[in-house]
């Protein structure tokens, strides 16, 4: 009998795992023991957003790379939680892109509704971990008040992450740059790049998205450099991708075909690291940033010791429902309703979703493989199967309005696959839209708060969350595309 679980983090992969154990309970299930640890003062993980950069009022890295103004850069469409839809949640129905602290109060909304905040130690960090002979010593501390405790668990899941930990290569001459340079990690707002030219360093969403926000916000020029491959966009005036910068004199840049450009700030785009510092190396992931990181069986148990799981450790295409399939996963393997093949056989399908991996040719290939490797998830569990294949048409369909125009694709507008509403547009173009706060965003069309002359924050706005908002009823499955 499984007595003691620790979930280390409680961002939205620890809340699925919270959630899965609690829909067990709810269908009449005994649970184990289950302490989550959570080192910031709240959940949500990379979507409680913090203004802090560095390290935090407790000393420790600061977890968050979100800035302020980012909004969901795929369709809420593809992330939907299959048991507890945005109809429910807001009452209305809202556009595909949503921005940050509406994603953070549906993700929340869920877990609040089943009460399972109890299991939630806040502010406590994990510091160490040990296996023992039938388990794990785990030893945390409360970073409040200083405490430290040691204590025995059966089972970890690791939910702690990986965009956190920023991926920092030098460039020949940087140190002389007489500009600022920062990560991705440490960006939080683009207002003050307004006039300037600015580089990113990388080809993929921070740079894709860090540098859309600076166009948005008024940079002179945006230069985007990649390694491998151009991201290849239609982009806008002001904005321009060149090969990768090979070297810095003062404020000049000399790129690998020979262009040069003067910059003002420069921002390291160039992904982050898998980084446990809690767990030792035998328990420790190491890998890129893949779709099927090495070493897990079903991307979620540790093929080493399967006591042992990972939630969220892939790359995502998919998130908050793969990490749902994921978590229903896990849950039903340490509750012994899954029974977990021997170490051979595990093995032999790492090797076969490894090889499927492989062989991908392209992006679209890599959603469909991730779609398949959460239906086999699914199957196994009684999470509710949703339209797998309709959500791998709706990214392809992302896809396509991304190179139709890369500064409009965030007015578009999908049908949920969960309930069949259609999304709502949004009251003001995302190119126009100045203030991301949920309240704004809720703002009816009609009301003048919702004016697109209305650029500042209202007095207040970030001091109530969207459940104080009232509740307009459901739109059907058939419901047309409204502006709200
Ligand atoms: C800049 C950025 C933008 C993104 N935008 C989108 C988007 O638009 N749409 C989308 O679907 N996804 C987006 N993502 C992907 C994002 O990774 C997922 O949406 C999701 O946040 C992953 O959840 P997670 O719980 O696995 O990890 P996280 O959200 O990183 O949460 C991990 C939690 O673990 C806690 N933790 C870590 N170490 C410890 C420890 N030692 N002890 C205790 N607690 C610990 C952290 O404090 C944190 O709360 C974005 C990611 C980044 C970096
Ligand atoms: N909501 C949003 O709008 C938003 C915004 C930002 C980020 N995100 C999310 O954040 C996560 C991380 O995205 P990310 O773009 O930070 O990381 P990423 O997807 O891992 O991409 C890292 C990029 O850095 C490049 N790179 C790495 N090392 C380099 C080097 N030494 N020199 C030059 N280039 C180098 C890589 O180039 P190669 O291809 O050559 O390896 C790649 O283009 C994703 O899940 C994404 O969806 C979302």
């Known amino acids: 009998m499984v007595e003691r679980i620790a979930i280390i983090g409680a961002g939205p992969s620890g809340m699925a795992q919270l ?6 309970r709810e269908g009449g299930a005994e649970i184990p023991e289950i302490v989550c640890f959570e080192k910031q003062s709240d959940w949500g993980g990379q979507w409680n957003y913090s203004w802090r950069t560095g390290i935090d009022q407790h000393g420790e890295p600061v977890h968050s790379s979100m800035y302020r103004n980012l909004w969901s850069n795929g369709p809420k469409e593809a992330l939907e939680f299959a048991d507890y839809s945005f109809d429910e949640h807001f009452g209305k129905p809202i556009s595909s892109y ?5 994603l953070w109060d549906y993700i929340a909304g869920r877990v609040e509704a089943s009460d399972v905040r109890r299991f939630v130690r806040f502010n406590t960090i994990v510091r160490w971990t040990r296996e023992t002979e039938d ?9 409040t008040s200083g405490d430290t405790v040691t204590e025995q668990f059966d089972r970890i899941i690791v939910a702690s992450g990986h965009f956190s930990f920023p991926n920092v290569p030098d460039f020949e001459g940087l140190e002389n740059f007489t500009g600022e340079v920062m990560h991705a990690h440490d960006f939080r707002g683009a207002e003050r790049l307004e006039g300037k030219r600015v580089l990113m360093i990388g080809a993929s ?13 008024g940079a002179e020029l945006v230069t985007l450099s990649y390694r491998s491959h151009a991201m290849g966009f239609d982009w806008p005036d002001g904005v321009e991708e060149l090969p990768l ?37 035998s328990l420790a992931l190491s890998s890129p940033n893949n779709l099927y990181p090495d070493g897990l069986y079903k991307g979620t148990v540790w093929q080493q010791n399967p006591h042992l799981f990972y939630v969220g450790a892939q790359d995502q295409w998919f998130t908050f429902n793969m990490f749902d399939a994921q978590a229903w996963f896990v849950r039903d393997v340490i509750l012994g309703r899954i029974e977990l093949p021997d170490a051979e056989e595990r093995a032999a399908d790492i090797r ?10 392209d992006h679209d290939s890599e959603v469909v493989y991730q779609a398949n490797y959460i239906r086999d998830l699914i199957e196994r569990t009684d999470y509710p199967m949703f339209d797998l294949d309709e959500v791998v048409r709706i990214f392809q369909a992302w896809q396509q309005d991304k190179q139709v125009d890369i500064a409009r694709y965030r007015d578009k507008t999908y049908p949920s696959v969960m309930t069949g509403t259609m999304a709502a547009v949004h009251h003001t173009p995302w190119l126009e839209e100045m203030d991301d706060s949920i309240e704004r965003y809720l703002t009816p069309v009609g009301h003048p708060a919702s004016s697109s002359e209305h650029r500042d924050p209202r007095p207040g706005a970030h001091s109530a969350r969207a459940k104080t908002l009232p509740r307009s009823g459901l739109v059907g499955r058939d419901g047309a595309a409204a502006r709200v």
Request: glycine content about 8%.
């Open 352 to 361: 076969h979703w490894l090889a499927e991996y492989a062989a991908l040719p």
């Open 135 to 143: 388990g794990f010593t785990v030893a945390s501390e409360n970073l």
């Open 205 to 217: 969403y921070s740079a894709e998205d860090i540098g859309m926000q600076a166009h948005k916000m």
């Open 98 to 102: 949503p921005p940050r602290a509406v």
């Open 245 to 281: 910068a090979i070297g810095f004199d003062g404020n000049r840049v000399t790129f690998r075909d020979g262009s040069v450009r003067e910059v003002d700030a420069v921002v390291l785009c160039t992904g982050y690291l898998h980084k446990y510092p809690f767990l030792p190396d």
């Open 19 to 24: 959630r899965a154990f609690e829909a067990a």
